[in-house]
């Protein structure tokens, strides 16, 4: 499975982008897609999933509300809609899938990881 990311920039806080992730090779309904960030110092955080097969969302506490995940099965892409950007928000984005299911995402990890992509949110 190949994650490639895109979407990250730079923007002031209240304002919005949309990350993309789009996947190839043998993802499919079995997968868990999800979205984790990484802050300068800081772990790497569960931010949401997505499951391919049925749509079921999470979300961690902190972007509920003004985030929003979905998928396009055609063009074999989950995105993550971000509203109302924060400072706390920046950091390092990285797109991730995972066949062991949403709770195992959330808690574990992912089995594949997508490059990162920078989110800046100036206060």
């Known amino acids: 499975v190949q994650l490639q990311a895109s979407g990250g920039g730079y923007v002031q806080a209240g304002g919005s982008l949309r990350l993309s992730c789009t996947t190839s090779?043998?993802?499919?309904?079995?997968?868990?897609m999800g979205w984790f960030r990484q802050a300068p110092g800081r772990a790497r955080q569960f931010v949401s999933s997505?499951?391919?097969?049925?749509?079921?969302?999470d979300y961690v506490g902190a972007v509920k509300g003004r985030f929003t995940i979905s998928r396009d099965s055609a063009k074999n892409t989950v995105y993550l809609q971000m509203n109302s950007l924060e400072p706390e928000d920046t950091g390092v984005y990285y797109c991730a899938a995972d066949a062991r299911g949403s709770n195992w995402l959330r808690l574990r990890g992912a089995s594949y990881w997508g490059q990162g992509t920078q989110v800046t949110v100036s206060s």
């Open positions: 997505i499951r391919w097969s049925d749509g079921k969302v």
């Open positions: 090779g043998r993802a499919g309904n079995a997968y868990t």
